[in-house]
């Protein structure tokens, strides 16, 4: 009798666990039918949201293109325009050429025109020099590195740009400041040394070498507004001459006053 009642309690508690179970596996399945209504939602939501981006890019990309088409009339017209405003599309600008220059206006901001293009309006100053009014090395000075390299395939004029660009600078760069007849001055050791800081995997050997070939470089497109002395250096106890570049108080640098 015992056991009857014991089998009779255990057939019941599994009778309640399966109960148990079967309003859990319910509960589960609503739980998981909301889910799914829930992924649905949020799917078509999503392919709303993805036609809207789309939408976006393309009026994106109509605007960039109207804009670069606008940027591209105004610089043929001899506009200065921003160069902030101008470098994300350059690429897409439709100009005679496919060539901008860049430099600095009065107001120390940096503009882009074509090529010796003078502004109708002056909206970048007055004092900024047409490209023909330029040396050679001025000319250059003015284009961005990738402008630069698809005009100048040579290592020591590339250089030569940079040093020259380095000069105008507050910092001078490896170039010394002078006095009396001397305005500026460079000697190819620092000049070898600043190489090495510029250009990647130049071994000192190599860096020697293009220091001179840039010096070369630096006369030649300064059409003889600088020129190189020998000057007698000592180190560990040994005499030599080192070149030195020099840049005459008195020389005539376009757009540039003496001092």
Known sequence: MAAADQQTTTV??????????????????????????????????????????????????DHDDALAEIQSRELEK????????????????????????????????????LPGECDPLERSGSSSLAQGD????????????????STSDSTPSRLAVKLWSERERDGLGPWSKGSGEVRHYLDSSDLRHWIRRVEDGVSETYAKKLAQRTLDAVENL???????????????????????????????????QEG
């Not at 100009?95 to 009065?106: C, I, N, P, Q």
């Not at 330029?134 to 390299?149: E, F, K, T, V």
């Open 12 to 61: 019941a508690q599994l009778a309640e666990r399966v109960d148990r179970l079967e309003s859990e596996l319910e509960s589960k399945d609503e739980r998981i039918d909301d889910l799914e209504n829930q992924v649905d939602e949020l799917s078509t939501q999503n392919q709303i949201l993805q036609a809207r981006v789309d939408a976006m890019d393309r009026a994106t990309d």
């Open 134 to 149: 330029l040396l050679p090395i001025q000319q250059l000075a003015r284009l961005d590195d990738d402008m630069l390299r």
């Open 222 to 256: 300064a059409k003889g507004r600088v020129y190189s002395q020998r000057k007698n250096r000592r180190k560990d106890g040994l005499r030599y001459k080192e070149r030195r570049l020099i840049l005459p108080s008195d020389s005539d640098i376009p757009g540039e």
């Open 78 to 113: 001899g506009a200065h325009l921003k160069f902030d405003n101008v470098e994300r599309r350059a690429a897409d600008l439709d100009v005679e050429g496919d060539r901008l220059e860049k430099f600095a206006g009065d107001d120390d901001v940096q503009y882009c025109r």
